[in-house]
């Protein structure tokens, strides 16, 4: 009897032991890869770099300034976009869940999460940027814009969700009619979780490629048009990293470096914003 | 000194197919504490959900009849108007997390979008409070969070909410069944206060309650208003056999 016990908790003890070495070793990839690059790019990063448009090959020196405006500004307008349609959608979908409607359009942002990002970039370019007959910063934002819809609606239909049915009931009782019981109760309350969506959606597109690759093309010089090839940070990697000179590796790996700090700081950022807006239920 | 306040006239509620409240009857005063008890299930909440319209926000919920309010049928009224006349306060304390304790009593002012001057709600809150046996409890955390009080203390913040609207009638759906034997008698002790000025409506399915705090109470089984009469006499000379077996606890 004793020896089969001290046989189970040895089993207990190993199957503990080896959850935890698991839970370890996926922490061993980000951290190699986060060294890597910091090593690779911080000391490429500085004002100059950050300042200047790339320099042509031969010339020492450059920077990613293009790029940096490039990425704020199509992520800006692909937000823009998709923030308020994603809210409202993920608001009908909390609400309504039992409809058909809900029930097809919950199939569709499923589906539309799973497509690759580069048939969303191709399907953008016939959309847009062959009607428009030039690849634009504006066919860039509405491919990201796509990328980040299904994120956007999943976060706060899922946050919306888990907020007691008391509260609706609380404000409908005081006569508050439907939709300033959605935009003063249920969105405030949800705040947080629909936050840290956004945040996340922003975070994934900024690192995206594909989509972009047949839309807003990239531009070595600095442009504030949106109808006009813009570039941005991960394109310029790509550019800049398989081209066959040193110089422009190390601004790629510089490149990276930013890229990676961004989504970085933005995670963090998330983090620390949820726990501090979070509503106490 | 004895007016009507509400009135059902065939009153029926149905979920779906489902009938759920029988054709009830019921006429109520102005100033009474009313207890509507009744075992689960037996359509005591769905009753009093449909006198300020909550019932119908479920989906496939209908009704039938007329329900009077100062003799106007809350039916040919807008939804939005009967539920701002008609405080209710909910099982569960509801505050609403995002708001402060000072925000939660004009809540109905605020999400509503009623301007009114900072001196009318400090009033407002003020007396609210007051009202419900809270302000010397929270005078000096107005602005904290309401979410941070006990079980009890948010119910009577909930009660205050309901008063803040000023309304003639309260409904309470079982206001003490989450809270504590304490919170609970100080809840109850509320109810004697606030006859004076309101009417109140509440539904529980404990009996020593009903007993305790009403004037009158309405019995009902299987969706059917069984007896309606003075709480005294209900508690000790029913005249429904059913009635009886409820009291003397032969089902429940």
């Known amino acids: 009897m004793e020896l ?17 070495f698991f839970a370890f070793l996926i922490t061993v990839p980000l951290i190699i890869v986060l060294g890597y690059i910091i090593k690779q790019g911080i000391f490429q990063v500085n004002w100059h770099f950050l300042t200047n448009v790339p320099a042509p090959v031969g010339e020492t020196g450059g920077g990613i300034i293009n790029a940096l405006v490039g990425s704020f500004i199509m992520v800006m307008v692909a937000a823009v976009v998709a923030i308020p349609v994603g809210m409202a959608a993920g608001i009908y979908l909390s609400e309504n869940p039992r409809t058909k409607l809900a029930y097809y359009s919950g199939l569709c942002v499923d589906i539309l999460q799973g497509v690759p990002s580069i048939v969303v970039g191709i399907v953008v370019y016939f959309w847009i940027v062959k009607p428009l007959g030039t690849f634009s910063a504006i066919s860039g934002s509405a491919a990201l814009a796509i990328m980040m819809l299904p994120i956007v609606i999943r976060s706060t239909e899922q946050t919306l969700k888990m907020l007691p049915a008391s509260l609706k009931e609380a404000a409908l009782s005081l006569g508050v009619p439907y939709h300033r019981v959605i935009l003063k109760v249920i969105v405030p309350c949800g705040f947080a979780g629909i936050l840290s969506g956004i945040m996340l959606s922003v975070a994934r597109v900024i690192g995206e490629t594909a989509p972009l690759l047949f839309t807003a093309f990239g531009n070595p010089y600095l442009s504030y048009s949106i109808t006009k090839p813009m570039e ?25 470096f930013i890229l990676l700090m961004f989504v970085l700081v933005l995670n963090i950022f998330t983090k620390v914003l949820t726990r501090k807006w979070k509503v106490q239920l | 000194m004895e007016s009507t306040i509400v009135k059902a006239e065939n009153y029926n509620s149905y979920f779906g197919d ?5 054709d009830v009857n019921i006429s109520i005063n102005k100033n009474e504490v009313i207890a509507v008890m009744g075992p689960s299930g037996c359509g005591k909440t769905t009753f009093l959900r ?20 100062d003799g106007e049928n809350v039916y040919d009224m807008n939804a939005i108007y009967v539920r701002s006349k ?37 009033v407002i809150v003020e007396k609210s409070l007051t009202s419900s046996a809270l302000w010397k409890e929270v005078k000096d955390s107005l602005h904290k969070k309401g979410t941070f009080l006990s ?47 309101y009417t109140l409506i509440i539904v529980t399915h404990n009996m020593q309650q009903a007993a305790r705090v009403s004037d009158r109470t ?9 007896e309606f009469d003075d709480t005294k006499q209900m508690f000790t000379n029913p005249s429904d056999q059913r009635t009886q077996n409820y009291i003397t606890g032969r089902f429940s």
């Open chain 2, 151 to 197: 079980g009890g203390q948010q119910q009577r913040l909930c009660i205050a909410r309901a008063i803040a609207m000023q309304p003639e009638l309260i409904l309470f759906d079982e206001p003490t069944s989450a809270l504590d034997p304490i919170s609970t008698s100080s809840v109850e002790a509320l109810f004697h206060e606030l006859k004076a000025n």
């Open chain 2, 218 to 226: 309405a019995f009902f089984y299987m969706g059917e208003l069984v």
């Open chain 2, 86 to 122: 008609i405080g209710m306060v909910f099982q569960r304390p509801n505050p609403f997390p995002n708001l402060s304790i000072y925000e939660n009593v004009v809540a109905g002012y605020l999400l509503n979008g009623i301007k009114i001057s900072k001196a009318d709600k400090d």
């Open chain 1, 4 to 20: 089969n016990i001290n046989f189970r908790n040895a089993k207990s003890a190993i199957f503990k032991g080896i959850i935890v």
């Open chain 2, 18 to 22: 489902n009938h759920v409240v029988k």
């Open chain 1, 232 to 256: 941005s940070l991960p394109h310029l990697i790509f550019t800049y990293a398989t081209s066959p000179y040193d110089d422009w590796h190390n601004l790629a790996w510089g490149a990276s």
């Open chain 2, 50 to 69: 449909g006198i300020n319209r909550m019932h119908e926000l479920i989906p496939n919920a209908t009704s039938k009849g007329k329900i009077l309010l």
